[in-house]
């Protein structure tokens, strides 16, 4: 399927430009150690990440995808887990293949680029300017810059707002059921990445407009000049 270029496109962060879980897997069980428990391993992590960093440190005391933990023992998690990553956001995380290709791309046809993450903001820019990506985005929307996020779409109406573009002219890239949720409900067009983080589940299942395998394939499958 070939979809209508875009004015606007918002592009996911974690399981899309970046494989940020190294890091997280690093933070999670030296958090784990912390706490005299069972380390959980990148495998766990990898299957655990896609809704900000508290879901993940509950789904990592509890190990398990779904489930409430403790309070008392997230209350102690937390604060551990959020000290290891502030200095450990980008140490082991890299850039999925042909992004910057990719990136350069979408200037090249005159469209407009935000990115927008569950992750805080406070990680989100740690990570896009260690792995030189900030430049590329007119506006960086974090998982704490509005109330709602993903799947919400309030952080992709933002963005329209932003750009002063109407949703029917914007796209999302990204790579979870939660951005496909986002970009329905915001009327945006949505491609999503096949090598992302779902849980587990095949990203076909949610049905997004479009799946690729990098990048380099967005000029397949945007309309372009």
Not at 25 to 39: R, Y
Not at 128 to 151: A, H, N, Q
Not at 193 to 204: A, E, L, Q, T
Request: hydrophobic fraction near 45%; proline fraction near 5%.
């Amino acid at each position: 399927m070939i979809l209508k270029k875009p004015e606007m496109v918002l592009i996911d962060l974690d399981g899309t430009l970046v494989d940020s879980v190294p890091d997280l897997a690093w933070c999670v069980d030296e958090t784990m150690k912390a706490l005299d428990m069972p380390i959980r391993g990148e495998a766990k992590v990898r299957n655990w990440v896609g809704n900000g960093v508290p879901r993940l440190i509950q789904r990592a005391l509890i190990d398990q995808l779904d489930g409430e933990c403790d309070e008392a023992l997230y209350a102690q998690a937390a604060p551990i887990f959020m000290a290891l990553y502030a200095d450990n956001a980008s140490k082991r995380s890299q850039l999925y293949p042909s992004v910057i290709d990719g990136l350069n791309w979408l200037k090249d046809q005159g469209i407009r680029i935000g990115c927008v993450t569950n992750k805080d903001e406070q990680f989100t820019l740690k990570i896009l300017k260690d792995l030189g990506l900030f430049d590329f985005f007119e506006i960086v929307i974090s998982g704490d810059t509005l109330p709602l996020k993903k799947p919400d779409p309030a952080p992709l109406l933002h963005g329209a707002t932003f750009f002063n573009i109407k949703p029917e002219n914007a796209m999302m890239i990204g790579d979870s059921i939660s951005d496909v949720k986002a970009s329905r409900a915001a009327g945006f067009s949505i491609v999503c990445m096949s090598y992302g983080y779902n849980h587990g589940v095949d990203i076909h299942t949610a049905n997004p407009d479009v799946v690729i395998d990098s990048f380099a394939e967005l000029a397949n499958v945007i309309k372009h000049s």
